[in-house]
């Protein structure tokens, strides 16, 4: 089983993977896609990376789309296993350039 969980912490360090608060948001995650509008294009794509001088140098893309596919849901009608549940969310991303800040 695969679940979704977000961790939140007061006080932002250099460790992603530790400490602060962790909540399940979804259990039994199926599938979890992020794909990224680029504002040159006009174009999906599946990567984005800001730090690379090619692709998106510099750059935010305009809008995230979430594809979100959970297991379980009603039995389908033959009794055979669990029809999916699916979610899709475009979000705006509304500044254009990231933040730079030094790193230690």
Same mark, same amino acid.
């Given at each position: 089983t695969t679940d979704l969980v977000r #961790?939140?912490? =007061?006080? /932002?360090d250099?460790? /992603?993977e530790r400490g602060g608060r !962790?909540? !399940? &948001?979804a259990t039994d995650i199926d599938l979890f896609d992020l794909e990224y509008l680029d504002p040159l294009t006009g174009q999906w794509t599946e990567t984005w990376d800001t730090t690379q001088a090619v692709g998106q140098a510099a750059r935010l893309p305009l809008q995230v789309r979430v594809l &979100? *596919? &959970?297991?379980? =849901?009603?039995?389908?009608?033959?009794?055979?296993?669990?029809?999916? %549940? #699916?979610? *899709?969310?475009? %979000? /705006? %991303?509304p500044i254009q350039k990231p933040l730079t800040f030094a790193t230690q």
């Open positions: #961790r939140e912490s =007061g006080h /932002p250099m460790y /992603p !962790v909540d !399940v &948001l &979100l *596919v &959970l297991n379980g =849901g009603q039995r389908s009608s033959a009794g055979r296993g669990r029809k999916t %549940i #699916r979610f *899709v969310s475009k %979000i /705006p %991303i």
